[in-house]
C-alpha cells in the first residue's frame, strides 16, 4: 500500500470562503480521486482527478466549486470554493496504486474534516 | 445508486466470530466485490474482494455465493477494535477511468461488545 497524507487534517472556515485541502501519496500512483462525507453519510465522488488536464467531475459536482489539481503523480488539490454550512463535510482522497488496472483496490487517506461557520 | 443491500446494524460478541452479509443480486460478470472498512475519524480502509472465489486474508475472509447475488465477510475472531462501519461494494475492474469508480452504499454498523 502507500502513505497517503492530507492537509489540513481538519479546519473551521467562515462561509465565503475558500480552502484548498492537499493529498500527498510518498508512491506515485495511477489515479486519484475526492470524495465527500456528509455528516452522518457514506462517500460520494466528486471527481477523479486527472495528471495534466481537467478533473473530471460526477454529476452535481462542478469544476467552479471545487477545482482540482494534479501537476504530478504523488500530489493532488481540492479546493471548495465560496464555502457556505452545506458544504461542512469529511472530504477524502483516495489512490489507485500500480499498475491501475485489473482488480485493483482504492486506498483512502484519513480524510479533513471541513466545518463552514 | 450503490448496487449493494446490507443491513445497516448488527452487534458482535468480542472472540467470536462476525459475518457480515451482502446482497448483489445484479451483480454482472466482471464485477468484483470489495469490502472495506471505516473506523470513526479516519478514512476508509480496505479489506478483501474477490469475483467468484471464496477469499482469505490477514484480516477476513470473503465468501460468495455460487450465483454471485450474495456474500459474507468473517471476521474470525472480532475484536473490540473491528468496531466500524463495514461496506460491501461492487465494482468494474477491467479498465481505467470510470469504471474504477466506487459507489458507497450505507454500509454495517458494527459494534464489538465484551
Known amino acids: 500500500s502507500a502513505v497517503i497524507s492530507q492537509k489540513p487534517s481538519r479546519d473551521i472556515c467562515q462561509r465565503g470562503t475558500s480552502l484548498t485541502i492537499q493529498c500527498q501519496v510518498d508512491s506515485q500512483v495511477t489515479m486519484m480521486f475526492w470524495y465527500r462525507q456528509q455528516p452522518g453519510q457514506s462517500l460520494t465522488l466528486i471527481a477523479t482527478a486527472n495528471q495534466g488536464s481537467e478533473a473530471t467531475y460526477e454529476s452535481g459536482f462542478v469544476i467552479d466549486k471545487f477545482p482540482i489539481s494534479r501537476p504530478n503523480l504523488t500530489f493532488s488539490t481540492l479546493t471548495v470554493s465560496n464555502m457556505s454550512p452545506e458544504d461542512s463535510s469529511i472530504y477524502l482522497c483516495?489512490?489507485?496504486?500500480?499498475?491501475?488496472?485489473?482488480?485493483?483496490?482504492?486506498?483512502f487517506g484519513d480524510g479533513t474534516r471541513l466545518s463552514i461557520l | 445508486d450503490a448496487k449493494t443491500t446490507q443491513p445497516p446494524s448488527m452487534d458482535c460478541a468480542e472472540g467470536r466470530a462476525a459475518n457480515l452479509p451482502c446482497n448483489h443480486s445484479?451483480?454482472?460478470?466482471?464485477?468484483?466485490v470489495y469490502w472495506y472498512r471505516q473506523i470513526h475519524s479516519q478514512g476508509p480502509q480496505y479489506i478483501i474482494h474477490?469475483?467468484?472465489n471464496n477469499e482469505t486474508n490477514e484480516m477476513a475472509s470473503l465468501i460468495i455465493t455460487e450465483d454471485r447475488k450474495s456474500s459474507t465477510l468473517i471476521l474470525p475472531h472480532a475484536t473490540l477494535r473491528d468496531t466500524a462501519v463495514y461496506y460491501c461494494i461492487v465494482r468494474e475492474a477491467s479498465r481505467l477511468g470510470a469504471g474504477n469508480k466506487l459507489t458507497f452504499g450505507g454500509g454495517t454498523r458494527v459494534l464489538v461488545k465484551p
Open positions: 483516495s489512490v489507485l496504486l500500480p499498475p491501475g488496472v485489473g482488480n485493483q483496490p482504492q486506498h
Open positions: 445484479t451483480i454482472s460478470g466482471n464485477e468484483y
Open positions: 474477490g469475483l467468484k
